[in-house]
């Protein structure tokens, strides 16, 4: 049976792009599988190590799932260093994985920037725990934006690898099925993850540039729509995006070499739940002064109930916690199941 995981950082404000990338995506898979939702608290001091509001960080992430639509009782939502197995696979894996995987890691040059033998250590090996995350549960299947998808490639290569280094004890103890990667056969612990990154928006682009990802870290609020935007400035936000001068064509062909244009159709379909298509067969031929109030509309319509549902818990911390510690106790209870098989397959005492 297909398991979920996925996971967001506690880290600044989160803006559309994490909302369609991951949340959105969360909230529709929760009716068809078992989903593990995850506050990452422990990957967000590889990048800076000292926060001021990391507890309130986390609460305000935990409270952007709930208010998003995630169910708590249903699935599962927890924050990552109160299981501290996934600290303790990622340590394994860091000895699975080769220094170079890590090296060639874009987010790590990105965030490392031109000093990279002085960025933490914890920085270069983010992928290692990332992995852990996803298989200390064995979770099949990971959505996210389209920025993971490298991270996802190598946590794929990390259980390969481990499946590959330790076959023997693995068909020893009776814990791992046959499966083929390619045309080679394996016998396989920890399963081979399927990102789930499809849809109209896998990437969200700036409002103010479109060749540039939709960020927390853009110094320029317009170039972003965040969850805790009130309706006037996500309308304002809309109104002043970046855009051509031409009229949106009738197929989705004629977006190409339009990032601004593609961006905001992409955003207007996947709040809508629709394809691009769909959405230029309605607005094809209309300018942006016309297509723009709609899009802003519609924005404000699905993003205001999350935001005064986000305020509302905030206010009430005691109830994040409540939600927090049952969701570490049963991802606990699984992740305990599986480091009790890797120690057996590693030969720990
Ligand atoms: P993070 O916290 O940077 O982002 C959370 C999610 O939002 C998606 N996202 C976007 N999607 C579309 N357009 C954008 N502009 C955009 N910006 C962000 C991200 O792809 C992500 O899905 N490494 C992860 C957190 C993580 C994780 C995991 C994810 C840790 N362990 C295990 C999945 C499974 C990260 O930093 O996401």
């Not at 920085?123 to 990332?130: D, E, F, N, T, V």
């Not at 298989?135 to 590959?164: C, S, W």
């Not at 993850?193 to 990437?203: Q, S, T, Y």
């Not at 159709?265 to 209309?286: N, P």
């Amino acid at each position: 049976k297909p398991q979920i995981f996925s996971g967001v950082q506690p880290t600044g404000n989160l803006h559309l792009g994490n909302y369609l990338g991951a949340l959105r995506k969360f909230v529709a898979l929760q009716e068809q599988m078992d989903c593990i939702y995850c506050v990452v608290d422990l990957h967000s001091i590889t990048a800076q190590l000292v926060h001021d509001d990391l507890k309130s960080q986390t609460r305000s992430i935990t409270a952007a799932y709930l208010a998003s639509g995630i169910d708590p009782v249903k699935h599962i939502v927890f924050n990552q260093s109160a299981v501290p197995q996934h600290a303790e696979l990622a340590w394994i894996f860091n000895c699975v994985a080769r220094i170079g995987w890590m090296n060639r890691m874009t987010q790590f040059k990105d965030k490392a920037g031109k000093d990279r033998e002085n960025a933490s250590l914890g920085l270069l090996a983010y992928p290692s725990l990332m992995a852990a995350d996803i298989l200390v549960y064995r979770a099949t299947h990971v959505p996210v934006g389209d920025d993971q998808k490298q991270h996802l490639e190598l946590t794929r290569d990390i259980a390969m690898k481990f499946n590959l280094d330790f076959a023997k004890k693995i068909k020893e103890i009776g814990k791992g099925v046959d499966i083929t990667v390619g045309d080679q056969p394996v016998h396989a612990f920890f399963p081979m993850v399927e990102p789930l990154i499809e849809g109209p928006a896998p990437r969200v682009m700036s409002l103010k540039d479109g060749s540039k990802k939709m960020s927390k870290s853009d110094p320029s609020d317009l170039s972003r729509i965040n969850l805790t935007d009130d309706a006037e400035t996500v309308a304002r936000k809309i109104r002043k995006a970046k855009t051509d001068p031409d009229a949106l064509p009738s197929e989705v062909d004629g977006l190409k070499g339009r990032p601004e244009a593609d961006n905001l159709v992409g955003i207007f379909a996947a709040l809508s739940d629709r394809t691009k298509a769909d959405v230029l067969t309605e607005y094809g031929g209309q300018q942006f002064s016309q297509f723009k109030p709609a899009l802003a509309e519609l924005a404000v319509n699905v993003l205001s109930p999350v935001n005064a549902e986000m305020r509302r818990l905030i206010d009430d911390p005691a109830h994040i916690d409540a939600v927090l510690k049952d969701g570490s106790e049963r991802a606990g209870a699984i992740a305990e199941k599986t480091m009790k098989d890797v120690h057996e397959i590693v030969g720990l005492l």
